[in-house]
Structure formats: C-alpha cells, structure tokens
C-alpha cells in the first residue's frame, strides 16, 4: 500500500492469550523484533482485508490489514510459510481454534529475533561447545590450537558450512562420512597428525564442491587414487609430509591452479599433470631420484580386451554410466582411466615409463631445486609403442 518499507528480521505467530475463550475475535498475529520483544498485535477477527499468497513456493506472502491500515509482507522459509498461512485460514474460518497450535502471545527471547550465526572462530579449549550444538547456520566454522582429536558428526552435519579450518590440532583420522558434507569449499587440516586418508573421504557430495585442500605439515605417506575426483579443486596444498608418490589421478585435477608439496620424499611425479593448466607449482625439498626408463610394460600382444575400448569409448565421449545402468563394478573401472600424454585414454594396456617432465609446459611459476631447474622424473603412462618411441625421445 505505501512505498515505504521498514525490513527487520521478526518472529512471527498466530496465537491467544491463555484462559481466552477459542474463538476467532481472540485471535492475535504477533510480530516481534530485536527492538520490540514484546511485539505489536494485530486483530485477526473481521480487521484481514486480503492474504496475498502468489509467491509462497519461495516463502513470500503478504498480508493486509484493515486497523492498522498497511501491509506485512513476510519472507520465510517456505514451509514454515506455508504451515503459518494453513493455521490463519483456519483462525479465520473459526473452525476448532483450540485444536490449533497457538502461541501465547508472550514477548520473543533474543536468540529468536537475532541474526543467525553465520561464523565462529574457537582458540580455546573452553570456548569448545561440549553440552550445546553448534549454530545450524555456520558457513565458518575455525577450530584452532585445541587438542581436537576428531571431525565430529556434528560438524559434518553442518549443511551450510563452506569454510572449515581444523589446523592445528591432533586429528588423525578423517572420517569416511565427510564425503556428506553439502556445500563445503575449504577444508583447512594443516598441521594435524593425519597419516593417510580413506578412499571414500574424496567422494560423494564434496567431490563436486571442494576448492582448496589444505594437508600441509601432517604425517601422510600417501594419498587415495580418489583424489582425483576433486573436480572443483583449485589449490592443493600437501607440503611437510611423508609422500613418496601421488597418484596419477592428479592429472585428472583440471581445475588446479596452485599446488605445493614440497619437503615429502617424492622420487617422481606424475606424469599426468602434463595435462593441467596451472599456476604455481612447488616441490622444493624433495629426492626426485627415480631413474628414467620403463617401469613396466603392460601392452597386450594382440587386441585389448574389449571391457577396456568400450570404457575408453564411454570415457572418450562424457557417457556417464551409473550403478542404475551398468553394474557397480564396471562403473568404478571406467572411472579408473588413465591418459597418454598424447591424450588417449587407456585402462590396463599401456607402457609405464619414467619420463623427464618439464613443468615449465604446466606451470609458468615453478619451485623445484635450484633457480634454473624447471624439469623432474615423471611416472607415465604410454598408450602404444608409438607414443613411448615419441616421448621417451623427446
Ligand atoms: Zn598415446
């Protein structure tokens, strides 16, 4: 009715004072705010000109009054929206208005009509919630310098949470159900105890979501081959560890741009991040000692069996069969290809030699020994005779 508009976050309710006869002309909407605990009522007997309910899907509605003569026009959640329109339409028809659920029309608390919570940072082991929950509506949650032992369930639960920074602590486990979590970007773990991590924490929900991956300075002597399934991974950061090898899926990262694991024991990379675009790479501190040549030769003498050209093919075209249409085995094999340097995709048949890889070609920044050194021993996988003649020259 009138342009002007004055937002703030309220409680809203439909109820009667308590000992009133169950009757519409008892009826009450009760608005609170931060500023107004005790609330404004509104009549809701004969004074609701219209409830305009168009947009209630997205929790919108607005209601007009006759006295006082103006608007409410409420965002919600929507089923809460929904639920608190269901219970006015039956005030309003005055049909079994004691078998609602009504409030007391009683002034609001605080944490009612505050701003949900949306960042906490704990120092202090006796800041750590232990009897209360953490707020529903983290998106930060930092947990620093308190002995923490383990990712609790109820972290894991937290549906909104896309920051969460666990370093400096004594975690050593990751538990295979972090692979739940529903919108978390960073996951912060430097220097933990972690020593490896399962195979199932870089899958399902936050394989899609993941941007930077912080394990530096913990106590890992390897990583899963499911890292590689990290699709959103922007930085990766694995320095002051135990790492002898990463996996060739690294090269499957194709949204990195920053890497580091320098000061591990790696004696190679992987070949397969000839493949990525990056912007910084740093393995300073680490023995590169493999010695150039094959490694070992797994092409067949005749044709490769057939499971590998048809996963190939699938693979080759962004077919994406799941457990619904093939079984649950065959599915985790197509996931496990691997690429030639000349981009093929291959399975089991291939050559497996240690090339020297010059990084300067994925990275324009590059930290590996001296200033001038800019290649490494990298472990390959070669997709035929050919390629092997053709890179191994090179
Ligand atoms: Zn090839």
């Not at 509506?137 to 920074?165: A, P």
Request: net charge positive; glycine share 4%; hydrophobic share 40%.
């Amino acid at each position: 009715m009138s342009s002007k508009k004055n937002t703030a976050r309220s409680s809203l309710g439909i109820g009667r004072l308590p000992g009133s006869k169950a009757d519409v002309s008892n009826l009450f909407i009760h608005l609170c705010t931060a500023q107004n605990k005790q609330g404004n009522k509104y009549k809701v007997g004969g004074n609701i000109e219209a409830v305009f309910t168009k947009f209630v899907s997205e929790g919108k509605f607005t209601i007009r009054f006759k006295e006082p003569a103006h608007d409410l026009c409420v965002k919600a959640d929507p089923v809460l929206a929904k639920t608190f329109l269901q219970t006015l339409k039956l005030g309003i028809q005055n049909k079994d208005i004691d078998k609602l659920r009504l409030s007391t029309l009683a002034p609001v608390k605080q944490s009612q009509v505050e701003k949900p919570k949306t960042k906490l940072v704990i120092t202090c082991k006796k800041d750590y919630p232990i009897t209360t929950a953490f707020p529903y509506s983290l998106e930060t949650l930092r947990v620093n310098d308190v002995d923490l032992t383990r990712v609790e369930n109820r972290i894991m639960k937290l549906k909104r949470l896309q920051i969460l920074d666990l370093s400096h602590n004594i975690i050593q486990v990751l538990p295979a159900t972090m692979n739940e979590m529903h919108s978390l970007a960073e996951l912060h773990l430097a220097h933990n105890k972690i020593k490896g991590i399962s195979h199932q924490v870089f899958t399902g929900k936050i394989s899609k979501t993941l941007r930077l991956l912080d394990l530096s300075n913990n106590h890992m002597e390897y990583l899963p081959h499911t890292l590689g399934q990290l699709v959103s991974l922007v930085t990766l950061r694995l320095d002051n560890n135990f790492l002898k090898k990463l996996p060739i899926s690294l090269g499957k990262l194709t949204s990195l741009k920053f890497f580091s694991a320098s000061n591990n024991k790696l004696v190679e990379l992987p070949a397969s991040v000839f493949h990525l675009k990056m912007e910084n790479i740093d393995v300073f501190g680490n023995p590169f000692t493999s010695q150039l040549g094959i490694v070992a030769n797994n092409m067949p003498k005749g044709v490769p069996n057939l499971r590998e050209i048809a996963s190939a093919y699938c693979v080759k075209r962004g077919l994406r069969p799941t457990a619904a249409d093939i079984p649950a085995t065959l599915v985790e094999y197509l996931q496990s290809w691997l690429k030639c340097l000349c981009g093929r995709i291959c399975y089991e048949s291939h050559i497996l030699t240690c090339i020297s890889l010059n990084l300067k070609l994925v990275a324009p920044a590059l930290t590996i020994g001296n200033a001038f050194e800019t290649s490494t021993p990298a472990l390959a996988t070669l997709c035929s005779q050919k390629c092997f003649d053709k890179f191994t020259k090179r």
